[in-house]
């Protein structure tokens, strides 16, 4: 089976906040990560590997420095990765990025699974896996928990609802995302990340892919951010007093203006 | 305090550092009560290569050398020196076959050993043969094509886990220390037994047990060395293993010295954080400053071995005192500075105190290692200096 | 040309985007002016923003050719459904949409602009009488037994051949999992931007175009983003953000039918539902924390924090005294010797503080307290607190949001 694990590199987000006097964005301290997901993806490529057999490709876009996340994935046991970087992917959204990392995938050839984390920790958005779908053609299934079985080149598989499980059959090729309830992810072993550091990573540009220049990072990105702010976050220590309905109403009143909901979403 | 470590050891020591995190520190409290063995991080480790690190690279190791694995050691310490002892008693368990074994030995354990399939312990102790470890009295009388093995060896780390035991033994009653051997006795031979498992004051996640032979027959090809090298074997074996026990020792300590110095930037009294008040900055200034002279002198040592030096009977011997005494004095002012919570099992620091005492006792008590130190001064003056 | 540049006249090299750039891709050479690394950058804006008052740096581009912006009118929303039920989501949309058509009045184009709810599936027709009685103006309805409730790879193309015929500038959906699945592939097939999880929607009075604002980077950052040139805009909305239109008296709208529109055959096969409600929330993972301590002076009172975890979303956690005392099984311990949680919200409620609790919960984002003893330390680490008996407080509490 040849199977594709697409990953990023993001930002670890947790850090990311905006300075509230100058209104940017504070960068110290602020580590890129594989985006937490795609460690679930490529633990279960690695799986599927062990048990039908096949070579398993990590694939990203990005900068030259993404190449890090594709040694992870080395260090982890995948046989290959492919790092797509090209000043032309640069500002690219979702539209722009399942374009490219269809037109790679479609350029590897001959493969059966793809597999990607149900989001990214930056974006948030999730909506890079059925876009690539889409443009491969191929069925897709989100939020898969549970491959069960993989037989007559079909998959069997458990995805996550909000109410409930759906168990669903699909012939290959396909594309999932997965969940974090799928798997444990292993950890990388020494003999992995030292073989990793040696690997040949080959980087392919706009040039190496069959793609159109118009259809490219933030030419090819219909949506394009306009501003960007930090949430207002409710001032500190205030104390309520008074009857129930007073305080409830006052504290109900002051979250509202901070933009928060205690409802349940 | 950068040591200019490769790329290699920043690996080694950047994924023990994971594991301590990931795998160790959620279960440390935990283990320490119950003093189950912790084969899950074991097989953690296992995975993760780790036991390749003690292992040259012909035998499937990784050749890191003494240096790498205390590395590792430190690493995982500092969430439990404890749980770290069933890695570091393994890699002591190796260094005889490591030293002595002839290529079929080496071929048929290190590689196992190297993928953590099975553990290692190393057994000299004996109820009546501690820091007089010429006294043992466990017999190996040899009969045709194997030895007879006979007698117990007492607080054995990893007894009754490991597969694979490095016994010293008396192969010749009439020859004193020439007359021990040292030799491999596989669990599972018939006679070999274990008592119960030891209620210790700490590191209790390690598995600490008594060995008891009865007429084992152990093969002859199970000999380390020749026979008569036994003191030998056990000399040189714990000599390349004390920057392991230093390892763990600084690793307890500096895992005790960041609790301390989170608690006091968080604990305030008197209107302020404590490390604000400069008795409390007195006393992590010098923990933390003992730490690293142990850290320093443990590599050094570590180092030194790697490299072949052949005189490193003394500065081990000064990284495991030095290390170990850092240890228990660190842990019992890490308590200090929690204070009352300190002294509490809910929180981590007692745990540390505990746990640090045993560096001092074991693999040669520091009394012994002053006397090795001594000794090794006193030759060299003999031999007309440095 | 480079899709962002620095304006040298302009740039001052104060270095305020070298601080705003989450990539590391922007430096002031010299410490005159900046220069973009392209090879890090990801024209993300960060340092347009920063740079606000010189307006030094600029982001051109040329996307490629949309669709004629003329020819789009009126907002559709997806209508998802499952077993029979509208998605909860879909009356919030219609809601939302309902909105956006009333802030401006249609714009060079000869069709009024209307509100309209896309519904394709299986035995469909009792679901859009339903949307009409939400108050929308047509149903585009395919109904057809080929659409099952999971497959949205057959959803997608039905679904993107109903708005490419009939062209709505908008195109709101859930952003549910079904949504956040089917959206996407909608969008790529129809080649349009789409905008997720947005927070807020509003048409700008002078461009006419939507403004979709969501949460990104966890919510730490908010970001607004505009599909200037391509349609239809489209946009998902997740559940319990915007308010539910109300339903109409007399519903006026009329269902559509589009059962012209081809359905391909499904490679999904649908093997069973298996209905799953995780009441229990993980502690550690859990967003928001509804925590009870001493205060709550009896085991039984637990049920009323339930209550508030319940309409929360909450997961419920406890003091270590609760636990001790049997009141509540260890599982639920925050503290030194329990668990330790970082939820955005964590509401303490008969909690007093002491820090062997604190040790577990202080670093949550937003932290409540309910306690009647003003000198209780909880207050001294919660953003905000009640002085007050909690049995009053609470069912208040709960009141309220469930009125929403």
């Known amino acids: 089976m040849k199977i594709v694990v697409c990953v990023k590199q993001v930002p670890e987000t947790a850090n990311v906040r905006i300075n509230p006097e100058t209104n940017t964005l504070i960068r110290e301290g602020v580590q890129s990560i594989v985006n937490p997901f795609d460690m679930y993806a490529l633990e279960e490529a690695l799986r599927v590997r062990e048990k039908q057999g096949g070579t398993v490709t990590a694939l990203t876009m990005g900068p030259p420095q993404a190449a890090d996340v594709l040694r992870e994935a080395v260090g982890l046991g995948v046989d290959d990765a492919v790092l797509l970087s090209d000043r032309a992917f640069a500002g690219a959204d979702t539209l722009a990025t399942a374009y490219v990392l269809a037109a790679a995938i479609r350029k590897i050839g001959g493969v059966d699974l793809v597999f990607m984390g149900r989001q990214a920790i930056d974006g948030d958005t999730g909506q890079v896996g059925p876009g690539v779908a889409e443009n491969l053609g191929i069925p897709h299934v989100t939020d898969i928990r549970k491959i069960e079985r993989i037989e007559d080149g079909r998959l069997t598989v458990e995805r996550l609802l909000e109410d409930g499980i759906a168990r669903l059959r699909l012939p290959l090729p396909a594309l999932l995302t997965v969940t974090k309830e799928i798997n444990v992810p292993r950890l990388p072993s020494l003999k992995g990340k030292l073989a990793a550091r040696k690997k040949e990573i080959p980087t392919w540009k706009a040039a190496d892919l069959d793609v159109k220049a118009e259809r490219l990072g933030l030419d090819g990105s219909p949506t394009q951010v306009l501003r960007i702010f930090t949430p207002p976050k409710p001032s500190g220590g205030k104390v309520f007093k008074g009857t129930g309905a007073e305080t409830v109403d006052a504290l109900l009143t002051e979250l509202a203006s901070g933009g928060i909901s205690l409802r349940k979403k | 305090m950068n040591y200019f470590l490769t790329d290699e050891q920043k690996e080694m020591k950047g994924l023990a550092a994971r594991i301590a995190r990931e795998k160790i520190a959620p279960v440390a409290a935990a283990l320490d009560e119950s003093g189950e063995f912790p084969w899950d991080v074991v097989k953690a480790m296992a995975q993760a290569d780790l036991f390749r690190v003690f292992i040259p690279e012909e035998y499937e190791g990784l050749g890191g050398g003494v240096f790498g694995m205390a590395l590792v050691v430190e690493e995982l310490s500092k969430a439990c020196g404890g749980i770290a002892l069933a890695y570091a008693a393994s890699g002591l368990g190796s260094v005889p076959i490591l030293l002595y074994g002839t290529e079929e030995q080496k071929r048929k354990y290190l590689p196992r050993l190297a993928s953590g399939e099975i553990l290692a312990a190393f057994a000299l102790t004996e109820p009546d043969a501690g820091s007089d470890a010429a006294a043992i009295r466990t017999s190996a009388r040899p009969e045709g094509d194997h030895y007879v093995l006979n007698g117990t060896k007492q607080w054995i780390t990893n007894g009754g886990e490991a597969s694979v035991y490095t016994v010293i033994a008396r192969t010749d009653p009439s020859r004193g220390v020439r007359g021990t051997s040292a030799m491999i006795v596989e669990k599972g031979m018939e006679g070999f037994s274990f008592g119960r498992k030891e209620n210790k004051m700490g590191i209790r996640a390690s598995a600490t047990r008594e060995l008891a032979f009865q007429d084992v027959k152990v093969p002859k090809t199970g000999l380390l060395g020749r026979e008569g090298m036994g003191f030998l074997v056990a000399m040189r074996t714990l000599e390349q293993s004390r920057p392991g026990v230093a390892a763990q020792a600084v690793g307890i300590a500096q895992g005790a010295l960041d609790k301390a110095l989170s608690y006091a930037r968080e604990r305030r009294q008197f209107g302020q954080p404590i490390a604000a008040f400069q008795g409390m900055q007195f006393l992590l200034a010098d923990m933390a400053t003992q730490v690293e002279a142990a850290r320093a002198l443990t590599y050094a040592a570590a180092r030194s071995i790697d490299a072949g030096d052949r005189d490193v009977a003394g500065i081990s011997s000064m990284a495991k005192v030095f290390a170990s005494d850092t240890a228990m004095k660190v842990t019992t002012d890490a308590v200090q500075v929690f204070g009352g919570y300190g002294y509490m099992k809910d929180y981590p620091v007692e745990k540390m105190m505990r746990d640090a005492k045993i560096t001092q006792i074991y693999e040669g008590t520091n009394q012994i290692q002053r006397e090795i130190i001594a000794q090794q001064m006193i030759k060299e003056a003999a031999r007309g200096g440095k | ?404």
């Open chain 3, 1 to 404: 040309m480079d899709p962002i540049r620095v304006v040298a006249e302009k740039c001052v090299g104060c270095g305020l985007c070298v601080k705003a750039c989450p990539y590391d891709a922007i430096a002031v050479a010299d410490g005159k002016t900046a220069v973009v690394d392209l090879s890090r950058c990801t024209v993300c804006g960060a340092c347009v923003e920063a740079c606000r008052r010189h307006q030094a740096i600029v982001i051109t581009k040329r996307a490629f050719r949309g669709q004629d912006v003329k020819a789009y009118s009126g907002i559709a929303v997806f209508a998802e459904h499952r077993r029979g039920k509208l998605a909860s989501v879909v009356p919030e949309i219609v809601g939302a949409a309902l909105a956006l058509r009333g802030q401006r009045p249609p714009a060079g184009s000869a069709r009024p602009a209307g509100v309209a709810a896309v519904l394709v599936g299986k035995d469909v027709r009792p679901l859009a009488q339903e949307l009409l009685s939400y108050g929308v103006d047509e149903v585009w309805m395919v109904d057809n037994p080929s659409i099952g409730d999971f497959d949205e790879n057959v959803m997608a193309e039905v679904v993107a051949d109903v708005v490419s015929e009939k062209k709505p500038e908008i195109f709101l959906g859930g952003g549910t999992v079904v949504g956040r699945s089917l959206m996407p592939r909608v969008a790529a097939r129809v080649l349009t931007g789409l905008t997720a999880d947005c927070t807020e929607l509003a048409i700008d009075p002078e461009t006419s175009v939507l403004r979709q604002t969501r949460p990104a980077f966890g919510g730490n950052i908010m970001a607004c983003i505009l599909t200037r040139d391509h349609r239809p805009q489209m946009a998902t909305v997740r559940h319990k953000v915007m308010d539910a239109a109300p339903r109409v008296e007399n519903p006026t709208g009329v269902v559509v039918d589009m059962g012209h529109i081809k359905v391909p055959a499904s490679r999904i096969e649908f093997l069973e539902f298996v209905e799953e409600k995780t009441e229990t929330v993980n502690l550690t993972d859990a967003d928001v924390i509804v925590s009870g301590g001493r205060g709550i002076k009896d085991p039984k009172n637990f049920a009323l924090l339930e209550d508030l975890a319940r309409v929360t979303g909450a997961a419920l956690g406890a003091s270590r005294a609760t636990v001790d005392a049997g009141w509540i099984p260890y599982s639920h311990q925050v503290g030194q010797t329990g668990k330790t949680v970082k939820p955005k919200i964590y509401i303490a409620c008969g909690i007093s503080g002491a820090i062997q609790h604190l040790a577990g919960m202080k670093s949550s984002d937003l932290i409540i307290a309910v306690n009647s003893d003003p000198s209780a330390p909880i207050f001294d680490v919660a953003q905000f607190g009640i002085v007050g008996d909690l049995f009053e407080v609470v069912p208040e509490l709960i009141k309220r949001l469930k009125a929403g």
